[in-house]
């Protein structure tokens, strides 16, 4: 929303923002459709890989663009801007790789994730266990050489659709990433959440999954460390996302409301729906500068743990009163599923709470104020 976001790769937002617009236009219908039916749109999907659009993180050697936090967090806002296909998961999967990954892991994952062509997913979540991994249950234990896992995660964003998965699960040393190349082996069954639909999740049945020790990311027992490495960027790239939702949703009702005439006037007009569309428009301008900032806060290398929950909690707030404030330009106009804004509502829900919930994101930033004897410079 403001170009404060400051990019490691010049010229690269000039390029990227005005194709990324005309990419979805040309795609609108295609996608609706996708949306209504919770389908992943692999063909849309790979040509935003071919477009350089997926593999932001990786190096330019196996086909990315080897930029920063301010890149990844300009894809996000702009898929959820136009209603494109998200590539967050495998832009964290490149991180996850540069930082922890072997030389034949590299080598064998990250140009095939980066140009688009296979599929990543996360699957971290179990039945019993969202906000706290410590109740973790999934299990990794030795045979020979090998590795079997076992347990059921649920929630997981192309689960199904994916051709490797980082699976978590407890070994004898602690927690531990194995990259796991699904086919075959792990039983995937399709989930119906009611938003980000053109990522469908799955259940993940993990039954005695045999791989082999160079599928283990990191070390054995430091499954934490390797979370942690990607844990901040996922939540400016759900912040990003929020953003962009919410301005499609204030620019649509706009647009909309500019038009239609009640009466003699125009919705626009009125000073009730001009206060709202200051309210909506200046959440959603303090959302992005706060993310802004903890984009720059991340990408010089220091801890952004305090400015990524602030930038996550902040922007749900504005997300959520941009798409519930949008009715009030659209009338019954807006209350059609051939509009965006019912379908924006479920994808903000499922935000609120999945990649860091609300209430979890506001425990940590308060604790941060509260302990801290400046009270963080109030
Ligand atoms: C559509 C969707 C996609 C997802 N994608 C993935 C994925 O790709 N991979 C993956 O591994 N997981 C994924 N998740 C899982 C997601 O990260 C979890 O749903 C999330 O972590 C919350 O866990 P939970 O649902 O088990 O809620 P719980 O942990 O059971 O929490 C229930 C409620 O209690 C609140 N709460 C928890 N702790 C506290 C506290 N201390 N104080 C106050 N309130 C608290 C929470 O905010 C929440 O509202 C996805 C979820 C959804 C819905």
């Given at each position: ?12 937002f ?10 979805a ?24 890989g ?88 999934a ?55 009611i ?20 599928a283990?990311?990191g ?23 929020l ?5 499609r949703?204030?620019?649509q009702?706009?647009?909309?409301g ?8 125009a ?39 305090f ?66 004897e ?5």
């Amino acid at each position: 929303m403001y170009e404060t976001l400051r990019p490691t790769v010049d010229g690269w937002f000039d390029e990227f923002i005005p194709a990324v617009e005309k990419f979805a236009a040309e795609h609108e219908t295609e996608l609706r459709k996708y949306t209504v039916a919770g389908r992943f749109p692999a063909e849309i999907f790979a040509e935003m890989g071919r477009r350089g659009w997926v593999g932001v993180l990786a190096p330019r050697e196996v086909g990315g663009l080897g930029g920063g936090v301010a890149e990844y967090c300009t894809v996000e806002e702009e898929v959820g801007r136009w209603g494109l296909v998200s590539p967050q998961t495998s832009m964290q999967a490149q991180r996850w790789l540069m930082d922890w990954g072997t030389a034949e892991q590299k080598d064998r994952y990250l140009g095939p994730i980066a140009r688009g062509e296979l599929v990543f997913s996360e699957s971290i979540s179990e039945p019993g266990v969202g906000s706290s991994l410590k109740a973790m249950t999934a299990t990794a234990r030795r045979d020979g050489s090998d590795w079997i896992l076992n347990g059921t995660k649920v929630h997981v964003n192309l689960g199904k659709e994916s051709g490797l998965t980082l699976f978590y699960g407890m070994a004898p040393e602690g927690l531990t990433a194995f990259l796991v190349e699904t086919a075959q082996k792990v039983e995937a069954v399709h989930t119906d959440p009611i938003g980000l639909r053109l990522l469908p999740t799955a259940e993940m049945r993990f039954d005695d999954v045999r791989v082999p020790a160079s599928a283990v990311l990191g070390e054995p027992g430091k499954g934490l460390d390797t979370f942690l490495t990607t844990f901040n960027m996922s939540r400016l790239g759900n912040a990003s996302d929020l953003i962009g939702f919410g301005r499609r949703a204030l620019a649509q009702a706009i647009l909309y409301g500019r038009d239609r005439m009640v009466g003699d006037n125009a919705v626009t007009s009125f000073q009730g729906i001009q206060w709202t569309v200051a309210d909506v428009y200046a959440d959603l301008a303090s959302a992005s500068m706060v993310r802004n900032h903890a984009a720059e806060v991340h990408d010089r290398g220091d801890d952004p743990s305090f400015e990524t929950s602030l930038a996550k909690q902040t922007a749900i707030r504005a997300a959520e009163r941009a798409v519930n404030e949008c009715f009030a330009l659209t009338g019954g106009h807006g209350l059609y599923s051939d509009t965006d804004y019912g379908q924006l509502m479920q994808d903000v829900k499922v935000l609120r709470v999945a990649g860091g919930s609300l209430e979890v994101l506001r425990n940590f930033v308060a604790r941060q104020i509260l302990r801290s004897e400046s009270l963080k410079g109030l």
